[in-house]
């Protein structure tokens, strides 16, 4: 009755342990492709200022629209304006973005979700709210903010962030619906463990994996849209260069130089393109079903 | 008692297995999954294998069936045979044909093999459609035949029903309809009867048995049950880690096994002799449940609804060291019952005295302090503990509630690990590291670490293998009489309750039909029911344990009067 089988928990197992992956599981070729291309592009935008070999911001009027050359590696813009640095420094921004509403959304969601999740008297009130800010289009918010406050980095943020909330309180909300349910539980419920301890030490853990998997999309969303407000002006101000605004002021002069949509708009594509890839890929590997091969 | 067993030595052989191994796909050289087995088993007959739980049952029928997940296990030598024509490695084309021609299998969930979404006389018709060549019309009475040959009643309506609107047994009786209407050679029977009620478990035995008698079919009954094999067997093979261990007739098997193994699965089957009677009790009573109430649903907010009773006028008492059993099927309001003295649930009226003080409208606030009084054991030991916390954590969750320092509670959960028979230095491991015996150890232990007055097993030994189950249940006793913990014992098994009961009480739907000293209700029970539900215990006439009949079967003083 004591066997007991020997192996040790290592550090590495019990992180894995946590967000229930399971050893030894298999990663595709794609999903490592598209992870070296991540790290590629964020230390790229990341590093940006200290190989770029212009201000993105300096313009210079004897250099306008010139086509790729050694001393400009992809042109220059109708200001005369490095396309190279500016392409690189806007990936910062985006990028910032991206996470910066992937985290918010995320926090937010999480708490409220738990919220709704476990306290009956609250699940209908907070849900209906849920519904009604869902019904919110993104871009209308985003156009009234930056009416209000200006355009701001944190206005896209906040507009970004308001209908994606729901989502994940909608997630969380189930999850601890289930969860709760569960007899270990009820069995803390018996032990005379307190409501916020079962929230946080039970039921929370829970909610982890699959919020990585929603804040993967999240963030991948949150690029795109804020490319979307910036092509209708609603965006980041001109002064700070993204990959959205790039490409809304090179619409203009699209017909003869092309590269001025077409390269902003590659990294923006290939950049969320490997985001939902490791996304999926996270989902497969976080999947409870999968858990069950391993026991 | 009256064995099935007779001779089958001249029956034609319908299913010849010799030396099959099967094991890891795509690593021969890993430890076999099943290491060389060989079984017979002629027309007519039926053949139990019987095992604890990974002993490889199932994954024989697989392999029989052609259905062994090809990703996870391969067949790695040996020979099927069905009827003279070997199949081990035969193409899936071929297998698909052969399946319900000649091989047909039922389930142990009736509920999650039938499509939900089709009517369940189309699906037994979808049989005929695929495998012959019968009319629209044709096929349609046969499927209306063959759901009268399996007495469901009222065939014409059930032929049009959905899944969801059938009961358990009823569902059963649709697969085994579907399993037969082609007339195969071989049935393979994977634990049919695990998921129903007692009562229901001995009619679709029947039932098995008269289908076989009628179309001479050999049965592969696969089951975890002595009981079960007692009633339906003629040959039983026994299965340990791959291997057959033990094959015999069922009366030799019974009456003379051979191997340790064979005799220790026997001696670990409950039996409804009751306990012997103890002392009575003195002392005050550690819980008194009066006019306890719970009713489901109901209220509605401008309607008042009906709402479902799930209990109703329950009143008993518990001393300090005695044991309670509450039994009944499915759906008898018994774990309703349990939940509310937990306050796990809130019950509609009632009162529940723990300690002296009435609990039972308690807010949750107030209540808080008596939680320690009251502790509970779940049915499935892989979903009651956190599968993220180490066993010490989970230990410690309760004392440290009430107020014990963090190095007080982690010496005492060392000393509950050797009380509960586990290495102390298995502490700082996770659940899934123990098997379901041990995790069901681990959730007694966290139960005891509070010192309650009062342990509710809640069906706490309904998922474990009959030879964990009887240690699990010596356990549970020593820790009674070690604390005098009084304790609520819930349970379906009428056999599991006669080894730990010092009282009985019986609910059906609701209502309790009979309550009193276990002896009394087993040997002369007073109620129709109770009655029915002693007499369905399958291999309620054997006494396993010391192989033999019962001296004294249970339950029949008052059956004929």
């Not at chain 2, 007739?249 to 103890?278: F, G, H, S």
């Not at chain 2, 007055?453 to 309904?462: I, K, P, T």
Request: glycine residues 8%; charged residues 20%.
């Amino acid at each position: 009755m004591t066997e007991i089988p020997t192996s040790r928990h290592s550090a590495f197992q019990v992180l894995t342990g946590l967000f229930s992956l399971p050893a030894g599981a298999r990663i595709g070729i794609g999903p490592m492709i598209a992870a070296v291309i991540l790290l590629i592009i964020v230390l790229a935008s990341v590093l940006a200022p200290l190989y770029v070999p212009y201000n993105p911001l300096s313009m210079d009027a004897l250099s306008r629209l010139k086509p790729p050359s050694e001393a400009h590696w992809l042109g220059t813009d109708p200001y005369g304006r490095d396309t190279f640095s500016r392409v690189m420094t806007g990936g910062r921004v985006s990028l910032l973005i991206g996470v910066g509403a992937a985290v918010v959304s995320v926090a937010v969601g999480l708490m409220i979700g738990l919220v709704a999740g476990f306290f009956r008297a609250a699940d209908g009130v907070i849900m209906r709210i849920m519904d009604s800010l869902m019904a919110i289009p993104a871009i209308l918010l985003a156009i009234a903010l930056v009416a209000l406050n200006g355009p701001s980095l944190s206005s896209v943020i906040i507009a970004i962030t308001v209908p994606e909330v729901p989502r994940v309180v909608r997630l969380v909300r189930s999850v601890v619906l289930s969860a709760r349910e569960e007899p270990y539980v009820e069995a803390a419920i018996a032990l005379g463990s307190s409501m916020p301890k079962i929230l946080i030490q039970h039921l929370m853990p829970n909610t982890f994996a699959p919020l990585i998997v929603q804040g993967t999309y999240i963030c991948a969303s949150a690029i795109l849209i804020e490319a979307i407000l910036s092509f209708l002006g609603a965006g980041v101000s001109t002064e700070i260069p993204t990959w959205g605004n790039i490409m809304a002021e090179g619409r203009t002069y699209f017909q003869i130089k092309p590269g001025l949509i077409f390269w902003p708009g590659l990294m923006l594509s290939l950049c969320i393109l490997a985001i939902n890839l490791l996304g999926d890929t996270a989902r497969d590997l976080l999947d409870p079903r999968m858990k069950k091969r391993e026991g | 008692m009256e064995f099935k067993s007779k001779d089958f030595t001249d029956s034609r052989r319908v299913l010849k297995i010799r030396k099959l191994k099967v094991g890891l796909t795509g690593r021969p050289n890993a430890a076999p999954v099943l290491n060389e087995i060989d079984l017979d088993i002629r027309a007519g007959e039926t053949h139990c294998l019987v095992g604890e739980s990974g002993s490889g049952k199932s994954v024989t029928s697989l392999a029989v069936m052609g259905l062994l997940p090809k990703d996870a296990l391969e067949i790695q030598g040996g020979l099927i045979d069905l009827e003279g024509v070997e199949i081990t490695y035969a193409k899936p084309s071929v297998m698909r044909a052969l399946r319900a021609r000649r091989i047909a299998m039922i389930f142990q969930e009736p509920m999650t093999a039938l499509n939900p979404v089709l009517r369940v006389g189309e699906q037994i018709e979808e049989v005929l459609n695929m495998h012959t060549d019968l009319s629209q019309a044709e096929a349609k009475k046969r499927t209306l035949d063959m759901m009268e040959q399996v007495h469901l009643p009222d065939v014409d309506r059930i032929y049009q029903a959905f899944p969801h609107q059938l009961s358990g047994g009823q569902r059963q009786r649709i697969m085994i309809a579907m399993a037969l209407i082609l007339d195969p050679d071989l049935l393979i029977a994977d634990e049919p009867t695990t998921a129903l009620d007692v009562t229901t478990q001995l009619q679709i035995l029947r039932l098995i048995a008269e289908m076989q008698e009628r179309h001479g079919t050999a049965v592969l009954f696969i089951t975890h049950d002595m009981g079960v094999v007692a009633e339906i067997a003629d040959t039983v093979s026994v299965m340990q880690k791959g291997r057959i261990v033990e094959r015999a007739p069922i009366r030799d098997l019974l009456t003379n096994p051979q191997e340790d193994y064979t005799k220790k699965l026997l001696m670990a089957v409950p039996n409804l002799a009751p306990r012997a009677a103890r002392a009575p009790a003195t002392a005050k009573d550690v819980i008194i449940v009066k006019g306890l109430d719970m009713t489901y649903g109901g209220g509605g907010f401008l309607r008042r609804s009906e709402g479902v009773k799930a209990a109703r006028d329950v009143n008993f008492t518990i001393k300090p060291g005695r044991t309670l059993g509450i039994v009944g099927e499915s759906g008898s309001g018994k774990s309703t019952v349990a939940r509310c003295i937990m306050r796990l649930i809130d019950p509609t009226a009632g009162k529940v005295s723990v300690a002296g003080t009435e609990i039972a409208q308690l807010s949750r606030r107030q209540l808080q302090p008596y939680r320690k009084h009251l502790q509970i054991v779940f049915q499935d030991p892989y979903r009651s503990l956190n599968p993220r916390w180490t066993v010490a954590r989970s230990l410690c969750e309760g004392p440290i509630n009430f107020g014990t320092s963090k190095e007080e509670a982690m010496d005492k959960a060392a000393e509950l690990m050797e009380l509960v028979d586990l290495p102390r230095d298995a502490l700082d491991r996770y659940p899934h590291q123990f098997s379901g015996g041990q995790r069901q150890r681990i959730a007694i232990a966290r139960a005891v670490a509070m010192k309650p007055d009062l342990l509710v097993a809640d069906e706490a030994v309904s998922a474990l293998d009959v030879s964990v189950q009887a240690q699990v249940l010596d356990l549970l006793d020593d820790i009674q009489d070690k604390f005098g913990v009084a304790m609520l014992f819930i349970t379906h098994d009428l056999r599991v309750a006669a080894q730990i009961c010092d009282e009985v009480l019986v609910m059906q739907k609701g209502l309790v039909v009979e309550h009193g000293p276990a002896d009394e209700v087993l040997s002369n029970p007073r109620h129709d029911y109770t009655r029915t539900l002693i007499e369905a215990a399958p291999g309620r006439h054997w006494d396993f344990a010391n192989f033999r009949a019962m001296e004294r079967v249970p339950a029949l003083k008052g059956a004929t009067a």
